[in-house]
């Protein structure tokens, strides 16, 4: 979910950057939403009344950081908060609860009358998931020339080929797959009849994608976890 809301809003198809570090100001501010709209969906949450969700009746807030803090509102006070925050440079993420008691609470305020948690507030955050691993931003770690050879052919079966033969054995996501084919039928360019299944098989290359039932019971065969059908994974044919 944090992997997909920074990706989508880096949105490396269209704009070819690789970081936060390029986004522009308000770009960062909606990371926040888009976490707050893809965590109420992936769990299945109503909306709030006032606060971002409603659980079992309880008005919830999502806050979401790529810093090292987080803005509450004041019309979270007393409520609880979702904290979560993705490190895309470490590749980690964290996600805790938190009652936001005045307490927790900075006295200061900005413009727009939020608080951040206090350095004594954190102590009493409730950590679900500390220093978990977050989906790595492949771009951002990958370097200058490694990334010249798989993004600069003019071919999105050739691009996905490069891909795939310099990551074996990792998984690879299906947004990534859309970033680097850069075409709107991407998942064409990585089928055979032409596609990178057919380049790289001349090289005793195979791709297994994670919605195949067969591919599926290799990959869990190979030791791979909670795969699906958003995931594909190049092996040597032979394995």
Not at 14 to 38: A, H, P, Q, W
Not at 74 to 79: H, I, V
Request: with cysteine.
């Amino acid at each position: 979910m944090l992997r997909g809301s920074l990706d989508e809003v880096i949105d490396m198809p269209r704009t070819n950057r690789f970081s936060l570090d390029e986004l522009e100001k308000t770009e960062k501010t909606y990371i926040g939403t888009k976490v707050e709209i893809l965590f109420r969906d992936t769990f299945g949450l109503d909306k709030g009344d006032k606060l971002d969700l409603k659980v079992r009746g309880h008005e919830v807030d999502v806050k979401n950081t790529i810093g090292s803090n987080w803005t509450i509102p004041s019309e979270a006070l007393d409520e609880i908060c979702v904290l979560l925050q993705a490190n895309d440079n470490k590749s980690s993420f964290c996600f805790g609860l938190l009652i936001c008691r005045n307490r927790v609470l900075n006295q200061g305020k900005n413009r727009d009358g939020k608080r951040t948690i206090s350095k004594e507030g954190k102590n009493e955050i409730l950590w679900i998931v500390k220093d978990g691993a977050l989906p790595k931003n492949f771009f951002l770690h990958m370097n200058d020339d490694l990334r010249h050879e798989i993004l600069s052919p003019s071919g999105g079966a050739t691009r996905l080929a490069n891909l795939f033969r310099s990551f074996q054995g990792e998984i690879i996501t299906r947004r990534l797959v859309e970033c680097v084919a850069r075409q709107k039928d991407y998942m064409k360019r990585i089928r055979g009849n032409g596609g990178a299944r057919d380049i790289l098989a001349q090289e005793e290359l195979l791709i297994l994608w994670g919605g195949s039932i067969e591919d599926n019971k290799k990959l869990k065969s190979l030791g791979f976890k909670g795969i699906n059908a958003e995931h594909f994974v190049c092996i040597k044919n032979n394995i």
